[in-house]
Every structure is written in C-alpha cells, then in structure tokens.
T-cell receptor, first 114, second 112 residues
Framework: DGGITQSPKYLFRKEGQNVTLSCEQN?????MYWYRQDPGQGLRLIYY???????QKGDIAEGYSVSREKKESFPLTVTSAQKNPTAFYLC?????????????FGPGTRLLVL | AQSVTQLDSQVPVFEEAPVELRCNYS??????LFWYVQYPNQGLQLLLK??????LVKGINGFEAEFNKSQTSFHLRKPSVHISDTAEYFC??????????FGKGTRLSVIA
C-alpha cells in the first residue's frame, strides 16, 4: 500500500538531548512537509522540501533541523535548542503537479519531554 | 499574506442534527480550498477540496462545502451527523508553490 510512515509513534526526550523523527513515503512525491500541532493552535509549518537536497524554513524552524538526501525520506531533528518540544508532529507529502494536488499526511509522532 | 479563520473552536451537536463548520480566508490571489478531518491521535485525512467549477463540493462521509468567492468563505456542512463524526476539522488554502495554510481547527463533538 502506498502511504506515509512516521516512526516512532511516541518519543521521549531528555533535557539537552537531540532526537530524530522519521518520515518515509512511497508515493513518489517530490514535496514533503513537517508540521507541529499543539492544542488549539492548529498546524504550524516547521520545514518543507520541494526537491532532494533542498529545503526551506517554515514559520517555526528555530530549534529544528532537517535533511532531504533521498526523495522518499525527510527526517526531522528536534535539537536541544528547542525549549518546548512537547507536541504532536505530522509529516506530509504532495506530488509536484501543483497546488491543486492533495497533501497526504502520516499518522504522526508524539514527542514528550522527560 | 494568506490566512484562514475558523470561526468556532468547538461545536457541540446532537446526533442526527445538521452541522455547519465555518471557514473564512484572506488572500490577494486565487486559491484552492481544502477541508481535512483528524480523528484522535491520527494524521489528517482529506474530506473534500474546491479547485474550480461548481461552487458546491461533495466529499467523503456525507460532507459537502460551498465556496463563496464574494464572502471569501468555504463552510462545511453535513445534514445529519453521527457519533463517528466526532473529530477535529481543518480548513486550508493553497496557491502557487507555497505550502498549505491551515486554520486553527474546529472540534466537532457529537452528543448521543
């Protein structure tokens, strides 16, 4: 089945630790996105990538980093500089057919701070 | 800059009653419009989208939405809700090569 997988489903971070969230898609989509979701705040864009080896900051990129070495993979690292990382993180992808194309979402990773 | 406003953060409704979730947007260019649904602890799933043509769009699970360009609105409706419709609903817009811009969501609670 085609789709987007995110792992792990739950992730715990200790103070001062960097953690990496995985996002993989087998939809052959060029564009991939990372969102952070907090209660009552909707979805806020962290980073996005329209092509391999290129990515752009979203609205809340501080404290996060990404890489896009392969078309199907777009991992997100939450660094120790992100002081309030507890949230639900969603990865999405979309084909390059244009803005009318549907953006598909993964099941999410919930990050909790110990 | 583009923005989306979902006018109600929470909407309680009795089972089998009709519901309308309101969405207004702001953009200086033409946009495409989307409604997504999110069930607890899951990702978002597309309900419907408006690209062009008829302003009334039908989606999955019996939902429909009407695009009103003059009022810059894209309200979501269902004539009779079920308990299983309890979820969070997000309105979003898109244009050009930019990422989707989302509203803050409306939590629909269906009461038995």
């Amino acid at each position: 089945d085609g789709g987007i997988t995110q792992s792990p489903k739950y992730l715990f971070r200790k103070e001062g630790q960097n953690v990496t969230l995985s996002c993989e898609q087998n939809l052959n989509h060029d564009a991939m996105y990372w969102y952070r979701q907090d209660p009552g705040q909707g979805l806020r864009l962290i980073y996005y990538s329209h092509i391999v080896n290129d990515f752009q900051k979203g609205d809340i990129a501080e404290g996060y980093s990404v890489s896009r070495e392969k078309k199907e993979s777009f991992p997100l690292t939450v660094t120790s500089a992100q002081k309030n990382p507890t949230a639900f993180y969603l990865c999405a992808s979309r084909s390059s057919g244009g803005p009318q194309e549907t953006q598909y979402f993964g099941p999410g990773t919930r990050l909790l701070v110990l | 800059a583009q923005s989306v406003t979902q006018l109600d953060s929470q909407v309680p409704v009795f089972e089998e009653a009709p519901v309308e979730l309101r969405c207004n947007y702001s953009s200086s260019v033409s946009v495409y419009l989307f409604w997504y649904v999110q069930y607890p602890n899951q990702g978002l799933q597309l309900l419907l989208k408006y690209l062009s043509g008829s302003t009334l769009v039908k989606g999955i699970n019996g939902f429909e939405a009407e695009f009103n360009k003059s009022q810059t609105s894209f309200h979501l409706r269902k004539p009779s809700v079920h308990i299983s419709d309890t979820a969070e609903y997000f309105c979003a817009i898109n244009s050009g090569n930019t990422p989707l811009v989302f509203g803050k969501g409306t939590r629909l609670s269906v009461i038995a």
